[in-house]
């Protein structure tokens, strides 16, 4: 008995070569216009451009406009970050309703990024193009955390940004034990007091980031939004309290965002992170963000693990000699807990 067949009976051959684009011929985008991304938002980034061709977007503030944007499709797997300059085709205007289309990701200066734990290969990117890490720590409520304060130094030397301490809180406590336990580094430690309105009361903390793309970082609780509201008023980012129970500050921003400073500079404030993995950085530059003790590894034997039970290892003798600082006890541990166990 023959079969009737129907149109729903078809079926198309896949075609084995997959889908192509129609032409090899891609468009250049000459024409398009550079700007820097100063948040993202569910598949959408706020970018800001300059008026006027050949203006440094990202190192002033002056004379610009606020563009939404989509990815293109060839960008779908790239991330990006505030902090991105991008170059953008289509409807640039910014006005209500627009939306232009973002076709290039430009070659980033520094790229500041993190995994979930020091095993987990998969990098999270925070934010690009950063020349200063602001590290903010409060002296209490909660107190620093100087396993993270490491962890964010060495994230720091590792793409290559300037690190910064900024002490927050020096009204509750002295910053005394973290200046202790950092000053043989060489890492500038400046601290931001506040008024009791929010302002700032001296000028320390703005010189040190104008003119530049900064980031904070720091644990909830330390004082980032509330200092970020003070170096940029017009922010108003949330701020919250810390937890009496366990400790630790709830998260009142959300998402990074980048904001500019009056006179010239942008500065990201970014979510608080209960974690800084570093799975992407190698051994040297481990050492490295330790500069105290680079020195006296070059006189351990080939191959040192550097660990307490190492054969030959300079380091404790380094540190007992006082040629470490005051800090040095307390830095060789945190060096030796983020160091693999084996060569």
Not at 263 to 283: E, I, K, M, N, Q
Request: overall charge positive; charged content about 25%.
């Amino acid at each position: 008995m023959s079969r009737i067949y129907r149109d729903e009976d078809y079926r198309p051959r896949p075609n084995r070569r997959g889908s192509r684009p129609r032409t090899k011929n891609r468009p250049n985008h000459d024409a398009a216009i550079e700007g820097l991304v100063t948040a993202v938002d569910r598949g959408r980034y706020r970018v800001v451009v300059a008026e006027g061709r050949g203006t440094d977007v990202s190192a002033s503030n002056a004379a610009t406009s606020r563009v939404t944007a989509v990815r293109a499709s060839h960008l779908r797997k790239d991330a990006v970050v505030p902090g991105d300059i991008v170059k953008l085709v289509g409807d640039t205007s910014g006005s209500k309703g627009s939306l232009a289309r973002l076709v290039e990701i430009t070659k980033r200066r520094t790229l500041l990024r993190r995994s979930a734990d020091d095993t987990d290969p998969t990098e999270r990117v925070i934010v690009a193009n950063v020349d200063v890490m602001g590290i903010v720590t409060a002296t209490e409520d909660p107190e620093p955390s100087f396993g993270l304060i490491d962890r964010a130094l060495t994230a720091a030397f590792d793409a290559g940004i300037t690190p910064l301490l900024i002490v927050t809180k020096t009204d509750l406590k002295p910053a005394d034990e973290i200046i202790r336990r950092f000053s043989a580094t060489g890492i500038e430690i400046i601290s931001s007091g506040l008024s009791p309105d929010g302002r700032l009361t001296d000028a320390t903390v703005f010189d040190r980031l104008h003119g530049q793309i900064s980031v904070l970082i720091g644990h909830s609780g330390v004082g980032k939004s509330t200092l970020m509201n003070a170096l940029v008023p017009r922010a108003d980012r949330a701020t919250g309290h810390v937890n009496d129970v366990t400790g630790r500050g709830r998260h009142t921003s959300s998402s990074a965002i980048c904001l500019p400073l009056d006179g010239g500079g942008w500065l990201v404030d970014t979510p608080g992170v209960r974690s800084f993995g570093l799975a992407h950085v190698d051994r040297d530059t481990l050492i490295s963000a330790f500069p105290e003790l680079v020195e006296a590894t070059a006189e351990c034997p080939r191959g040192c693990t550097h660990q307490a039970d190492a054969p030959g290892c300079r380091l404790d003798a380094w540190v007992s000699d006082g040629k470490a600082g005051p800090g040095g006890v307390s830095r060789l541990e945190s060096l030796r807990r983020l160091l693999p166990t084996t060569g």
